[in-house]
Each structure stands twice: as structure tokens, then as C-alpha cells.
């Protein structure tokens, strides 16, 4: 197999404006190019097998285990790592739709979230609040630290050594304001970002309006009812209950969710596809000065709104939710002070965090990899 493979897979398959590897800038520390795997498969790859992007399995996305009303419930909610397989999911799908190149939507997807810290955004409010003088803490910005700092796969370099674009990718991810779940997109007149970073980040917002809602409903936050005053569901359903009929309330739900994500990815692809041809775009450097192109259309965009307003009242300032938000930060905060007061315990990649950087920085970066399970148990042993 020769170097050239990839490349002429590419230049076959995806349109002139998605991301060619060929034209990547490459990394920090130059590699060899790999004989048969392209840059962005590589990054992949890099991230699939960190540690970092392990620990997502016992990290809270909006539910912990031991929320919910429902007995079932503690087995069927989303954890990190599976929003982010569901983000990955929809992105591919739209990149293929879109012939972008799916390898460097994966890796962007795959390591979206990798810079969450136990109990979701709980725990990164705490730490936040407990980083004010140096700087705050944000997960996306902890994701970039995390890919060329924290992990230690190489015994050569620090971090992950992903391509550029990876990073640039992560790094707008970083810049933009956090969405509270209930404000409105923000477009950019130029947007200067890639199409599959574009994609990847619609991608996250489509998977957990659909999923947070699913497991919302299944723990009894919610009822079925509750969402009928909502336009985007009341269509969902109604589309649901012409296709089958005595449905049970869980089929239903199911199917509902499926048709909920389905519809946001079709508004979207045909938002993107329009988007392409009015700007005549054939390159990627077009693509950086055209407007955000992934982007839902107008009247879309205020049923998202409308649900995800929904979701922010109804689930995530939910009394059980808060209640479990006040123990997560209860113990990540007494954790972070017995690490200030003993940092000479911390593993040694911290412990040059706080040499080079600050004492609170390196406590923030520890305590930021670490499960939820591992706070609560005061099992702080990182492999
Ligand atoms: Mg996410």
C-alpha cells in the first residue's frame, strides 16, 4: 500500500471544500507520514486510546446513577463517553451526506468532551469558580490542555501531538461563550472555522436535546405529557402516532426521540447543502470566509430554542438534579483543598503543572480527570 492511498481516497470521495489530509499543517513535532493511516485517522486513534477519553465512561453527562424515580433508570442513561459516541454518530452522518472528511470529523468528535470534569457541568462550575484568579476553567479549553499537555503516551513529547486542524478545531470550541441551554446559536457572519468542525459541534447540540430528553423521561424527571406543549416534540409525535398505532408509552418515547434527531439532522443537512451552493464554495479557505453554514433554518431554530428552554427549566434545574449537583460539589470542592494542602501526592505530570504553571492549575487539571466515582469514593489512583 503506498503513501499516496489515502490521499487518493480522498480526492475521490469528498468534495473540493471538505478538508483534504493532504493539505494538513501538519503537527508541532514533525512525524513521518504513516504508510497507509491519514494524519486525521491517526489523530483519532490518539484519542481513542487515552486515557482521558476512557475515564468518560464513569463521567456524568446530565444524570448520575443514582438519580431518577425510575428503578430502571440507573442502567439507561447517557454517561459521557456514550453522548460522545452518539455526537460522533450524527456527525458522520452528516459529513458523508456532505462528502467531508469523516476521519477528521471523528477525531473532532471523539475528543469534543474529553476536558469534562466529574459531574458534568457541576463540576466544572466549581472549578471555574475555585480558578478565578487564574483564568477560570472551561472543559473545552481543558480538552486542548489535555491533547498537548496532560496525556502521556510518548516517551519523547508531551501530550498527543494531533494535527493543527485538530486543534483549531477544539481551540473554537474553547473561544465561544458557553451556551447556558438556553440561548440561541450564535452566527457568525464569518464563521473562519472548518465545515467538519461546524458539523461536529451541530452534531453535539442535536445529540443531547434528543438524549437529555430521553433520559429525562425515563427517570420520571419528566412526562410524556409535560412535552406536548412543545411545537418540535408535538410534531414528533404526532408523526410517530400516524405511522403506528398502540404504541406503549416507552415505544413511543423511543420512536419520538429518533424522529426528533432525524428531523434536526435533515433541517440541517438541507440548511448546510443550500448554504454551499449560494457561497460557490470549492474550497476550504472559501469556507473560512463564508458565514456559519450549520446552521438550523429560522423557524427551526425557535422550535430548538423553545425545547431546549424547556430542558433547562424543567431538567437540568430539576429539584432531584440540583440535589445531586450539591453533593458532586460538596466533595469535588473538599477534594480540591486536600490537594492544595498535599500536592506532593499528586501524580508527577501535575506536579509540573504546578511547577511551571500554579498550585491551583495543577489541582484543577488532577482533579479535573478523575471519574465521578473516583471523587466519591477518594479513589484518586490515576493509571
Ligand atoms: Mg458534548
Redesign the pocket.
Known amino acids: 500500500m503506498s503513501t499516496q492511498s489515502y490521499a487518493e481516497r480522498e480526492a475521490l470521495i469528498i468534495a473540493p471544500y471538505a478538508m483534504h489530509s493532504v493539505n494538513t499543517q501538519g503537527r508541532h513535532v514533525a512525524e513521518e507520514v504513516h504508510p497507509y493511516r491519514s494524519p486525521y485517522q491517526r489523530d483519532r486513534d490518539r484519542i481513542t486510546h487515552s486515557s482521558a477519553f476512557r475515564r468518560l465512561s464513569r463521567k456524568t453527562q446530565v444524570f448520575t446513577r443514582e438519580l431518577g424515580t425510575n428503578q430502571t433508570s440507573s442502567d439507561y442513561h447517557r454517561t459521557r463517553l456514550t453522548?460522545?459516541l452518539e455526537?460522533a454518530s450524527i456527525a458522520r452522518t452528516l459529513g458523508r451526506s456532505l462528502r467531508l472528511n469523516e476521519d477528521l470529523i471523528e477525531a473532532l468528535a471523539l475528543g469534543?468532551?474529553v476536558g469534562h470534569p466529574p459531574f458534568g457541568h457541576a463540576g466544572e462550575a466549581v472549578l471555574n469558580g475555585l480558578l478565578t484568579e487564574e483564568g477560570g476553567f472551561n472543559h473545552n479549553r481543558q480538552a486542548l490542555r489535555i491533547f498537548e499537555k496532560l496525556e502521556e503516551r510518548y516517551p519523547d513529547r508531551a501530550g498527543l501531538n494531533l494535527t493543527v486542524e485538530v486543534l483549531e478545531g477544539q481551540q473554537a470550541r474553547g473561544d465561544k461563550k458557553p451556551r447556558s441551554g438556553a440561548e440561541p446559536i450564535v452566527e457568525h457572519e464569518q464563521d473562519g472555522r472548518l465545515l467538519e468542525t461546524q458539523v461536529v459541534d451541530a452534531a453535539?447540540s442535536i445529540a443531547?436535546d434528543a438524549h437529555d430528553a430521553d433520559d429525562a423521561l425515563e427517570a420520571g424527571l419528566i412526562l410524556l405529557n409535560d412535552m406536548e406543549s412543545l411545537q418540535l416534540w408535538r410534531e414528533s409525535i404526532d408523526r410517530i402516532r400516524k405511522r403506528y398505532t398502540a404504541l406503549s408509552d416507552a415505544e413511543l418515547r423511543r420512536a419520538t426521540i429518533h424522529e426528533l434527531i432525524d428531523r434536526q439532522v435533515s433541517d440541517l443537512l438541507t440548511q448546510i447543502h443550500v448554504g454551499i451552493k449560494e457561497h460557490g464554495l470549492t474550497n476550504v479557505e472559501q469556507v473560512r470566509l463564508a458565514p456559519t453554514l450549520a446552521c438550523h433554518s429560522t423557524e427551526f431554530a425557535e422550535l430548538k430554542l423553545e425545547f431546549e428552554r424547556f430542558l433547562f427549566t424543567q431538567v437540568y434545574r430539576h429539584p432531584l438534579v440540583l440535589e445531586h449537583r450539591a453533593v458532586a460539589i460538596d466533595a469535588l470542592e473538599a477534594l480540591f483543598q486536600n490537594c492544595l494542602a498535599t500536592p506532593d501526592r499528586l501524580p508527577k505530570v501535575f506536579q509540573s503543572v504546578i511547577t511551571q504553571e500554579s498550585l491551583p492549575r495543577g489541582v484543577a487539571d488532577f482533579v479535573a480527570s478523575l471519574t465521578d466515582d473516583a471523587v466519591l469514593k477518594g479513589n484518586y489512583q490515576i493509571p
Do not use: Q
Open positions: 453522548h460522545t455526537v469534543h468532551d453535539d443531547y
